[in-house]
């Protein structure tokens, strides 16, 4: 029953090796949101998009890059992974004019 | 000043006690409210959600919000083990592109 799905649970990468995390939804949701969350920390929003109409959040370093292709799919690219990007990435969803969102399980990211 | 203050914790009872969780916030533009709780090693899921001043209670929990002064509360009475976890409160307004404004978490154990 789960309606955001992130995969995978638990990444390791290299340093500076591409990675990619993905999220699919089943909500139909127009809202979707990439949050990056290291221990004890709020969520921090990398990215949204609102349909295709793409988002990024000023502070948001170019390393981090996002894809949207269709409704229900979205890709968070990690170009070259430094230690300081390992964390929890959260995927979440929003319907237009709803402000509460709905949250994957996250993948956990470790870099070595 | 951050935008929304939360104290970290951890915050320890016992079991069946009454659990009181707060935030504060400096931006008199917030119009809606949201408590999410997070278990460990997983995505934040969504537990309240309120527009207005005043008490919306759901079975345990209790979601209280007071605009003059800036501050919302989530009680849960007959705290059990399984509402150990951290609490995360989040807000935001209609025109702010979707982006919610996070507290930090406080962590809440319940002793059995």
């Known amino acids: 029953d789960a309606m955001v799905i992130q995969n995978p649970r638990y990444q390791v990468t290299q340093f500076g090796k591409p990675v990619t995390l993905s999220c699919s939804q089943t909500?139909?949701?127009?809202?979707m949101y990439w949050y990056q969350q290291k221990s004890s920390q709020a969520p921090k929003l990398l990215f949204h998009y609102y349909d295709k109409d793409f988002n990024n959040e000023a502070d948001t370093p170019d390393n981090f890059q996002s894809r949207r292709p269709n409704t229900s799919f979205c890709f968070l690219d990690i170009r070259s992974p430094g230690l300081g990007d390992a964390a929890m990435y959260l995927c979440a969803t929003s319907s237009r004019g709803v402000t509460e969102a709905f949250f994957g399980q996250g993948t956990r990211l470790t870099v070595v | 000043q951050k935008e929304v203050e939360q104290d970290p914790g951890p915050l320890s009872v016992p079991e069946g006690a009454i659990v009181s969780l707060n935030c504060t916030y400096s931006n008199s533009a917030f119009q809606y409210f949201m408590w999410y709780r997070q278990y460990s090693r997983k995505g934040p899921e969504l537990l309240m959600y309120t527009y207005s001043s005043g008490n919306k209670e759901d079975g345990r929990f209790t979601a209280q919000v007071d605009k003059s002064s800036k501050y919302i509360s989530l009680f849960i009475r007959d705290s059990q083990p399984s509402d150990s976890a951290t609490y995360l409160c989040?807000?935001?307004?209609?025109?702010?592109?979707?982006?919610?404004?996070w507290g930090a978490g406080t962590k809440l154990i319940i002793k059995p």
């Open positions: 989040a807000m935001g307004y209609m025109d702010s592109n979707y982006q919610l404004i």
């Open positions: 909500l139909n949701h127009n809202v």
